[in-house]
């Protein structure tokens, strides 16, 4: 199994400065037939289910803003939130579906400093 | 609009049966791969079956042989009969939808349901 693992565990940042968050995969998620990553993010707020913000490893989901961005290849990737907006504070979870089983980091809690 | 509707979840004791259901619109049902996806309490996110537009289905080892994904494309709707429960399998039960429809078991998932809660305790 590709074991995802994610840094920081938790995250405090001031309004207007931005977020970073950190997944590493036990092995390469990267397709060398499609040079695709296989990666996706998700935030998840209180009380409501995940809903992904990137996947392909930088692709913006439709009507996600454009201060997430999604970078990385292979095994290192990072979600960025360039100016920390109070309805962004939630748990974020990267996901590889590169193979089964499907598996997902430990979450990232960011909250407002 | 796609919608995700689960239901079925509650309290089940030890070692008891339980099936979930998701009915899924807004979409062609049939085509996508759907997945249930659960969350114990206060913790991250373990995926545990898929099942292709066809039926081909994948499972976690965690559930391999106690729990079984299905689908009635007829009635839109996704299964997950759970056998054998244990305390271990007490969380939120989300059923998602495959987000790329020409890929099958390894895929992201959007959108995902409100989930419904399971409960294993005596």
């Known amino acids: 199994d590709i074991v995802m693992t994610q840094s920081p565990d938790s995250l405090a940042v001031s309004l207007g400065e931005r977020a970073t968050v950190n997944c590493k995969s036990s092995?390469?998620?990267?397709?060398?037939?499609?040079?695709?990553?296989?990666l996706a993010w998700y935030q998840q707020k209180p009380g409501q289910p995940p809903k992904v913000v990137i996947y392909?490893?930088?692709t913006r989901e439709s009507g996600v803003p454009d201060r997430f961005s999604g970078s990385g290849s292979g095994t290192d990737f990072t979600l960025t939130i360039s100016s920390l907006q109070a309805e962004d504070v939630a748990v974020y979870y990267c996901?590889?579906?590169?193979?089964?089983?499907?598996?997902f980091g430990q979450g990232t809690r960011l909250e407002i400093k | 609009e796609v919608q995700l509707l689960e239901s079925g979840g509650g309290l089940v004791q030890p070692g008891g049966s339980l099936r979930l259901s998701c009915a899924a619109s807004?979409?062609?049902?049939?085509?996508?791969?759907m997945t249930w996806v659960r969350q114990a309490p206060g913790k991250g996110l373990e995926w545990v079956s898929a099942?292709?537009?066809?039926?081909?289905?994948y499972s976690a080892d965690s559930v391999k042989g106690r729990f079984t994904i299905s689908r009635d494309n007829s009635k839109n709707t996704l299964y997950l009969q759970m056998h054998s429960l244990r305390a271990e399998d007490t969380a939120v039960y989300y059923c998602?939808?495959?987000?790329?429809?020409?890929?099958?078991?390894?895929?992201?998932?959007?959108?995902w349901g409100q989930g419904t809660l399971v409960t294993v305790s005596s």
């Open positions: 998602a939808k495959g987000a790329a429809l020409t890929m099958i078991f390894e895929n992201w998932f959007d959108p």
């Open positions: 807004g979409f062609t049902f049939s085509s996508y791969a």
């Open positions: 099942i292709s537009g066809s039926g081909s289905t």
């Open positions: 092995q390469s998620v990267l397709y060398s037939s499609n040079n695709k990553n296989y």
């Open positions: 392909w490893a930088s």
């Open positions: 996901q590889q579906y590169y193979n089964t089983p499907i598996t």
